[in-house]
C-alpha cells in the first residue's frame, strides 16, 4: 500500500475524531450574587480563602460553567448541600429548610441552563470511534465471516465513565490506526479466500490413539514416573498393561475397524502440563465452521498398591495413587471443557459437557481459526503441582475418577459465506495465482476500481457516501496501482481504507436530533455491539425509525435476538468489572482448596451473565440486582455455595432456600472475586464496590497522603480492628463510614466467595505450628492455612440503620428501589450513549423512572424508556 494512504486517512480521522473542547472566557465569570449571602452564612467559614477545607475556597471560586472542571465544582456544592452531608452536622447553626431550597434552586438554574447550552451546541456525547469489540462485529457483519478474530490485533480501548463506549477515552493516533489498517487488510483477505473453488466439506473421524499428546505419555521416562501424569489405554472398561509395558502396538488401527472403535485413551488429571490431551493431529485447515463430535465416558481407576512404608507393611498403602492396570466404570459424569488451541498455549473456550458412565458422542458447532486443534479437559480432575508428595482430592480408598476419550470428529468447514467475497470480488472472475494465493481480474481496472468501491463503501458506510468520498478512495487505488501493485492489492488497500476511514470507523452524529441513520447506529451499537443490520438500516432510508411506534419495535426486535448477549456481556464485563476474573490467582497456600479451578472461575462468570440477561430477558425490576430468590448454578458452583446439589455442568435457573445469603449481584462468586486480590479481602474495596456499582453513590478517592491499610495474613489482627484504627484520622472517617459497613457484611464470604465465619492465614515464622484443618487441594497439595480470627459481619449504614449479616444489608438497601433503578438507569445511559448523566439530565432521568414505575422499574421497561427518550434520540 502506498505510505500515502494511511497517512491520508489518519489525517482524516484525526481531523473529525480530535477532541470537542470549551474555551474558557478570559474573564471568568463570578458568583451570583444572589447565592452570595447563603455562602456568607453558611459556607465561607470553611471554605474562604485562609481555610480552604476540602481545597475549596468559594469566596474567590470561579463561575464560568462552560468550563466542566468549574461546573463540576458546583454540582458538588449542590449536592453536599441537597444531602444534608453539608453543611457539616456538628456546625451549631444549620440552614433552614426553606432557606437552603431556594439556594439551591437558584444553583440549580444557572447549572441546567449551561448544560441545556453545552447539548445544543455540542449535543450531550463526545464523538467517538467504533471501540474494539464493535469494529469487529461490523467487520464480521460487513464481509460474513463470523469466525473473525481480529479485535485482539487492536489497541486496548480507553474507559470512561466506567464504559469503553465514550469518545472522552477513545483516542485515535497514527500508531493505532497502521494496526486498524492491518487487521482490516488481514480481514479483506480472510474473507477472500485462498482458492478459487470453496474448501470440500469432508468428515474426519481423529482417534485418540493416534494424537502423540495423548499416547507418548503411556510410557514412563526419567523426569515422569507418576502415574498421575500419564495417560494410559483401555478398551471399554477394561484397562490394557500390556500396551504400557511396550509388549502391544499403541493401537490395532485400520486392521481391526470394529475393535478401534472400542480403543480409547484415559486420564485420571485434568489438563495441566505436563499433560495437555489435545487431538493434535487436526488442524484446521482453513478457518470457518465446523460440527465436532467428541466420544468419551468417565471410568473408576483402582486404587495403589504400592507400600507407604517398604520397611514397615503396617502403614498401608498409597491407595492415592491411581493403578492404571486397574479400570472400571466410571461411577459418575464427568464435566469436560472442550477449547481449541494455537501455539503458544492460546485457548478459545469452545464447548463444556457431561460425559456419561457409558460411552457418548456429543455434538456441537463452533468456528475455528486456521491451525487451531482441539484440546480437551477433565475440568473436575486434579491437577498435579509440585512437590512431588501431591495427592488427588478427589482419591478414595478404593479408587478415583477418570475420563477416557475414544475419537474427536470433525465436519467441515462448512459452505462457507459467500457474502464478503461477493462484495470484494463483484463480477469479476478470480484467478488461482498459487496454492493459496487469489487474484482479482479486471477488465478495466479504473472503472472496475471504481464501480466495486462505490458498493463497498455504500454497504460499509450507515449512510450514502458522498462522490468525493468515492473519489478519495479510489485515488487509493489508482496511487497503488501506479506504484506497481496488483490490481488485487490495490484493490485490497482501497477496501482497508475505507475499513478505517471516518465513514465507517467514527460513529457520526451531529447536535440535536438523531437522524435516522444515526439513531439506527445507537441502537444497533446499544443492543448488538454491531452497525445496524439491513432492516435496521432500511427503516432508515425510509426516515421511519424515528417514529416512537417503530422505535419500539425495533428495540425490542434487537433486545429478542440472540446477538443481545453481545450487549449484556460486555454491559457486565464493565459494569461489575467481570473483564477482571482472570486478574488475580487465588493464592496457592491461603486458598490451596481454588487454585487452579478453572470450572469455579468460569461457572462464576457466567452465572453473573445469565443473572444478568434474565434480568432483561424477563423484564425483572432493578431491584433483583440487589436482592433474589434465584441464581444460575451447576454442579460446581451449587457445591460452592454450599446449596442444594444440582447436577451436570450447564448454568440453569435455580430457585433459592428463603434463607439463603445468595440472590442478587453482591453475593454472587465473581463479584466478590473481582473486588479481592486472591490472598486477602478488603471492606474498603467491597463497601465502594456496592456504594458505586449498585448503588449509584460512588466514594471521593482516598486522601493521596493516606496509606492503604493492608490485611494481616498472619491473622494476628482482623481488617475491622485496623480499619477502626484508620478511622480514627478525621479526613479518614468521614468516608470510611459510609463505605465500610456494606463491605463489613461481604466479610462473610472469602476471595472467591465461599462462605466463612474465621479469616485464614499463615504464619510461616511462628514457633508453634496452628492445626491446619485436613484436606488437598486441587493441585494436590495438602492444607497448610489454619482458621484465624473470627468474623464479624455486622454493622451500621451511613444512616445509622443496623444489619447483622449481608442478609439484612440486603433487606435495608432494598428500602429504596428508585434508588437502585435510577443506578441501572445510570449504567445503561452511560453504555448507550457515551456519555453519563449531567446535572442537566436528571429531570429526564426520573422522568423515565416516572414511567417505568408501573413495572416496578423492569429492566427491560428502563432500557424501551431510556431509547424512547432525547437523552437517546439526541446526541
Not at 449504614?797 to 440486603?810: A, T, Y
Not at 429531570?843 to 408501573?854: F, G, N, P, Q, T
Request: some cysteine.
Amino acid at each position: 500500500m502506498p505510505v500515502s494512504c494511511p497517512i491520508r486517512l489518519v489525517c482524516s480521522l484525526v481531523l473529525v475524531l480530535g477532541p470537542l473542547g470549551l474555551v474558557p472566557s478570559a474573564d471568568a465569570p463570578v458568583t451570583p450574587a444572589a447565592l452570595q449571602p447563603f455562602l456568607k452564612a453558611h459556607c465561607f467559614e470553611c471554605h474562604d480563602a485562609d481555610t480552604a477545607k476540602g481545597n475549596l475556597d468559594l469566596t474567590s471560586a470561579s463561575f464560568d460553567l462552560s468550563d466542566r472542571q468549574t461546573q463540576a465544582r458546583w454540582v458538588k456544592v449542590h449536592d453536599r448541600l441537597a444531602s444534608g452531608e453539608m453543611p457539616p452536622a456538628k456546625k451549631t447553626e444549620r440552614p433552614e429548610p426553606t432557606a437552603a431550597k431556594a439556594f439551591l434552586a437558584a444553583l440549580a438554574k444557572p447549572l441546567i441552563a449551561a448544560d441545556d447550552q453545552r447539548e445544543a451546541s455540542e449535543g450531550r456525547a463526545t464523538l467517538r470511534r467504533l471501540n474494539r469489540l464493535e469494529y469487529e462485529n461490523a467487520v464480521r457483519d460487513l464481509l460474513g465471516v463470523s469466525w473473525l478474530q481480529i479485535k485482539a490485533m487492536l489497541p486496548e480501548d480507553g474507559e470512561a465513565h466506567r464504559f469503553i463506549k465514550s469518545g472522552e477515552a477513545l483516542d485515535i493516533s497514527h500508531v493505532q490506526m497502521a494496526q486498524y489498517l492491518a487487521a482490516a487488510d488481514y480481514a479483506l483477505r480472510a474473507a477472500l479466500g485462498t482458492q478459487v473453488k470453496p474448501p470440500t466439506r469432508t468428515t474426519v473421524r481423529h482417534y485418540a490413539r493416534a494424537q502423540p499428546t495423548l499416547t507418548k505419555k503411556f510410557f514412563y521416562n526419567e523426569f515422569n514416573r507418576s502415574p498421575e501424569r500419564a495417560t494410559f489405554p483401555v478398551l471399554d472398561f477394561a484397562a490394557q498393561p500390556e500396551i504400557r509395558a511396550g509388549k502391544q502396538p499403541v493401537t490395532v488401527g485400520a486392521a481391526d475397524p470394529v475393535l478401534r472403535e472400542r480403543e480409547a485413551v484415559a486420564v485420571a488429571a485434568g489438563a495441566y502440563e505436563p499433560i495437555e490431551p489435545k487431538f493434535n493431529e487436526f488442524k484446521a485447515p482453513h478457518a470457518g465452521r465446523y460440527t465436532l463430535r467428541l466420544n468419551a465416558y468417565s471410568i473408576w481407576v483402582g486404587p495403589g498398591k504400592d507400600p507407604v512404608d517398604k520397611k514397615d507393611p503396617t502403614k498401608g498403602v498409597k491407595w492415592w495413587k491411581p493403578d492404571l492396570d486397574t479400570v472400571a466404570k466410571g461411577r459418575r459424569p464427568e464435566p469436560v471443557t472442550i477449547s481449541s488451541e494455537l501455539p503458544g498455549r492460546q485457548l478459545r473456550w469452545l464447548a463444556s459437557v457431561d460425559v456419561g458412565v457409558e460411552p457418548t458422542v456429543h455434538e456441537f458447532t463452533v468456528d475455528l481459526l486456521k491451525g487451531e486443534t482441539i484440546r480437551v479437559d477433565a475440568a473436575r480432575l486434579f491437577r498435579s503441582r509440585p512437590p512431588g508428595s501431591w495427592r488427588n482430592p478427589l482419591a478414595q480408598e478404593d479408587g478415583q475418577p477418570a475420563v477416557a476419550y475414544r475419537w474427536l470428529e470433525v465436519d467441515g468447514p462448512h459452505a462457507p459465506a459467500t457474502a464478503g467475497r461477493a462484495l470484494i470480488v463483484g463480477d469479476l472472475a478470480l484467478k488461482q495465482q498459487d496454492k493459496d494465493d487469489l487474484a482479482i481480474v479486471p477488465r478495466d481496472a479504473a472503472s472496475d476500481a471504481r464501480r466495486l468501491l462505490s458498493t463497498f463503501i455504500t454497504r460499509a458506510y450507515r449512510r450514502a457516501p458522498t462522490s468525493g468520498e468515492i473519489d478519495r478512495f479510489t485515488g487509493v487505488v489508482t496511487r497503488a496501482l501506479s506504484d506497481g501493485n496488483t490490481f488485487t492489492d490495490a484493490l485490497l488497500a482501497g477496501y482497508a481504507g475505507v475499513l478505517c476511514s471516518p465513514g465507517f470507523i467514527s460513529v457520526e452524529e451531529l447536535p440535536g436530533t438523531l437522524d435516522d441513520h444515526a439513531l439506527a447506529t445507537r441502537l444497533a451499537l446499544f443492543l448488538w455491539n454491531t452497525v445496524p443490520d439491513a432492516e435496521l438500516r432500511t427503516l432508515a432510508e425510509q426516515k421511519k425509525l424515528n417514529d416512537p411506534a417503530v422505535l419500539r419495535a425495533q428495540t425490542e426486535r434487537l433486545l429478542s435476538d440472540d446477538r443481545a448477549q453481545d450487549f449484556t456481556d460486555s454491559f457486565v464485563d464493565y459494569w461489575l468489572d467481570l473483564r477482571k476474573m482472570d486478574a488475580t490467582s487465588p493464592d496457592a497456600e491461603l486458598y490451596v482448596d481454588y487454585y487452579l479451578d478453572d470450572l469455579l472461575s468460569e461457572s462464576a462468570a457466567n452465572e453473573t451473565r445469565l443473572f444478568v440477561a434474565e434480568l432483561v430477558r424477563a423484564n425483572l425490576p432493578a431491584r433483583t440486582t440487589v436482592a433474589s430468590d434465584f441464581t444460575f448454578l451447576n454442579e460446581r458452583l451449587a457445591q460452592h455455595y454450599g446449596l442444594p446439589a444440582v447436577d451436570g455442568v450447564a448454568l440453569r435457573k435455580v430457585m433459592l432456600p428463603k434463607d439463603s445469603v445468595r440472590g442478587g449481584l453482591m453475593t454472587q462468586a465473581s463479584v466478590l472475586k473481582v473486588t479481592a486480590n486472591g490472598t486477602t479481602t478488603s471492606p474498603v474495596l467491597r463497601g465502594a464496590w456496592i456504594m458505586e456499582r449498585l448503588l449509584g453513590m460512588p466514594p471521593p478517592p482516598p486522601p493521596p497522603s493516606i496509606p492503604a491499610v493492608e490485611p494481616d495474613t498472619r491473622g494476628a489482627k482482623t481488617i475491622r480492628e485496623q480499619l477502626a484504627k484508620h478511622r480514627e484520622v478525621e479526613s479518614c472517617n468521614a468516608c470510611h463510614a459510609k463505605i465500610d459497613p456494606a463491605g463489613f457484611a461481604l466479610e462473610q464470604f472469602d476471595i472467591l466467595g465461599g462462605q466463612r465465619d474465621q479469616y485464614r492465614a499463615i504464619d510461616h515464622d511462628a514457633k508453634d505450628k496452628p492445626t491446619s484443618p485436613p484436606g488437598f487441594g486441587k493441585n494436590g497439595q495438602p492444607f497448610t492455612f489454619h482458621l484465624a480470627q473470627p468474623i464479624d459481619h455486622s454493622g451500621d449504614l451511613w444512616d445509622g440503620r443496623k444489619f447483622s449479616d449481608v442478609r439484612e444489608l440486603k433487606q435495608l438497601l432494598l428500602s429504596d428501589e428508585r434508588l437502585i433503578a435510577r443506578n441501572v438507569l445510570r449504567q445503561l445511559l452511560a453504555y448507550s450513549t457515551g456519555a453519563a448523566e449531567r446535572f442537566g439530565d436528571r429531570a429526564r432521568v426520573e422522568a423515565i423512572l416516572d414511567r417505568s414505575a408501573k413495572s416496578q422499574y423492569g429492566v427491560r421497561t428502563l432500557i424501551h424508556e431510556l431509547v424512547q427518550s432525547t437523552l437517546f434520540r439526541h446526541k
